[in-house]
């Protein structure tokens, strides 16, 4: 199904209503997803990025309904990932010529993933094409956002900028525009899809934007890569961006544990309402690590200018999903964000100072050495708890 989203470009992208996991089971999509790619009818035309492999011979037939693929110019890639390139090799089987225009490392990524001598073109941040006597594409280099190779191309006369990955999220809708659809479902997904993906590279995404900004180009449309297509006041969602990159948090501390017996479980409750009783302002989260969605944590992180980890000790360490939990943290890399430990144990107690180095390694500020308590909470247990609440919040 192709849909025309401006008077000379047609979206011919796959709308993915069953994924439900991204990057493998890294990345958890409760919405789906889209892969979009968008033809350029001028008096050239052009064809910027496809479609995730399985879908690869979906997109080409539908392709060849919309138009003679031997009409096709030009080919943009802005990022080679699977999900934006999976179908080039089906479609340069028919084209085979057609020169693909992309970034250097561009070049390289495809050529890693398919091992194919494709008549590249390499371009860098200010190379144009011209594509009819009002229109050209401007080729924006967007290094680590979140790819070497990741690219934008900017449309003038009809002033859309193709961001790929960028401002994307990962939320399937028949109604291709942010306007049209729930605004809570699709921030939601755009601030996962931020925190998750985007937060190691924050400072490049400023960087990058206030390039783009400096460069004055209007913007009418941000045609991303995922989800909907920004063309109600796209500005907002780069207003988002400055402000999640800049070490976003909002007045929340989320608290996740990981627990045996519910021990552990106690004293986060008891933790939470000793932070109540301190601070009747602050947000409060509580995840369980063990049945909780970690890109759904990780988003609750993102927010939050406060976390505290708890987990019971086990085997003279911590549980498997905490650990797997502080290693994903740390290669996300969150800054200023205050942080401390706290668990449960029977008989060693490795836990608290495991999690607390752990919090540490990841880049947290840690504010105490945590709070370790010997089996079940009793009534002076959860008084020690809630004081712990309390005093964390005097050390924020
Ligand atoms: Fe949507 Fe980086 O691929």
Redesign the pocket.
């Known amino acids: 199904m192709a849909i025309k989203i401006s008077d000379k470009v047609t979206w011919v992208g796959k709308i993915d209503w069953e994924l439900r996991t991204f990057h493998g089971e890294e990345y958890s999509t409760h919405r789906g997803s889209s892969y979009n790619s968008y033809l350029i009818r001028d008096e050239k035309t052009v064809l910027i990025d496809t479609v995730w492999t399985p879908f690869a011979e979906e997109f080409v037939q539908n392709l060849k309904k919309e138009i003679d693929l031997n009409e096709i110019d030009y080919i943009v890639s802005n990022?080679a990932?699977v999900?934006?390139s999976g179908a080039l090799p089906l479609l340069m089987k028919e084209i085979p010529h057609v020169p693909i225009y992309c970034t250097a490392n561009g070049v390289k990524s495809l050529k890693g993933h398919y091992h194919q001598d494709w008549n590249f073109v390499e371009v860098k941040t200010g190379d144009e094409l011209e594509i009819g006597k009002d229109n050209k594409l401007i080729f924006i280099e967007a290094r680590m956002l979140?790819?070497p190779d990741s690219m934008f191309t900017y449309m003038t006369g009809e002033n859309i900028l193709f961001s790929n990955?960028a401002f994307g999220q990962h939320y399937a809708s028949n109604k291709l525009f942010n306007d049209l659809v729930d605004q809570c479902e699709l921030y939601q997904e755009a601030i996962k899809y931020y925190a998750n993906i985007l937060t190691p590279f924050s400072p490049l995404v400023t960087n990058k934007i206030k390039e783009v900004l400096s460069f004055n180009l209007p913007v009418d449309m941000i045609a991303t890569?995922?989800g909907v297509i920004w063309r109600d006041n796209p500005a907002q969602i780069i207003e988002k961006y400055l402000e999640w990159a800049d070490n976003y948090q909002e007045n929340q501390i989320t608290i996740v544990y990981e627990t045996m017996w519910d021990a552990t479980k106690k004293m986060a409750e008891a933790i939470a309402e000793g932070i109540r009783e301190a601070d009747k302002d602050v947000t409060v989260k509580l995840y369980n690590i063990g049945i909780t969605d970690k890109n759904d944590m990780v988003t609750q992180l993102f927010k939050s200018k406060a976390i505290l980890v708890g987990c019971s000790t086990v085997n003279k360490s911590i549980m498997s999903g905490t650990g797997a939990l502080m290693a994903m943290v740390k290669g996300i890399g969150f800054k200023k964000k205050k942080a401390a430990a706290f668990g449960s144990y029977g008989w060693s107690g490795e836990s608290v100072p495991m999690i607390t180095e752990k919090l540490k390694e990841a880049k947290f500020e840690v504010v105490d050495d945590g709070l370790s308590l010997l089996w079940q909470p009793d009534d002076e247990g959860i008084e020690k708890c809630k004081e712990y609440g309390r005093q964390f919040v005097s050390k924020l």
């Open positions: 990022h990932e999900d934006h979140h790819w990955d890569s995922h």
